[in-house]
């Protein structure tokens, strides 16, 4: 918004579109309405990506909190070799990991690579789970500035058929329609960028979470399998 306020701040000091100074709510006010019908769509956009956004960072935060929790005492027990309590610890825990290193406990008995594949089948539903969202955001950071862009076309549109109606060029008469075109392709790429920046953030904080949970994995199959090379031995 302060990119559109220093926009619009630029456009006052064009030769025929100088007007009275305005607080920063009144050039809200006057950029909103000078948008035309296309504020509509790109408010809507504007809307879900900040709802989603909001509800992403605060699903990973309570995720990541919890897989954190649950890889530590996990690892402790594996280490340990206190297998029953770490599958214990995975069932209540609720947690993308947790359920995770469950599938894999829960299939210790049928050997190393059946405990792997159930950890990678897992795991590809837990991803699923925590990439849910993203899609929305990266659907925003395409359509806003393609709304934009339509909304510049549309001005443009209008901007001429005024020109027609006068049979001259002046000013007054087109400048309604430049300021729509510039106001919706700035908005469109005044939504997008942020869209963007926390779509990228998002996946930047789930692959970290996925490191942490791969590597938790791998110590879980090293454990089991050194157990069972154990108890081979000794049989």
Known sequence: MVGLTQLYSTLLQIPGMDAADLTFGDQMVLLWTDMGFMRWPLAFCLLV??????????????????????LGEVNQLLAEQRVDEAMKVCEESDSPAGNILYAGLERRHEGTDRVMKAIENQGLLELSKLEKGLVVLATLMNVAPLLGFLGTVIG??????????????????????????LYTTASGLAIAVPMSIAHNYFVSRIDSLVVDME?????????????DTKQRTSA
């Open 156 to 181: 443009m549109i209008l901007a001429f058929q005024a020109i027609e109606a006068a049979g001259e060029v002046e000013a007054t008469l087109v400048a309604g329609g430049i300021k729509v075109a």
């Open 215 to 227: 590597e938790s994995a791998q110590k879980m199959i090293d454990t089991l399998h050194a157990m």
């Open 49 to 70: 990506g900040v709802v989603v956004a909001i509800w992403k960072f605060f699903d990973l935060a309570v995720k990541t909190s919890k897989t954190r929790k649950v």
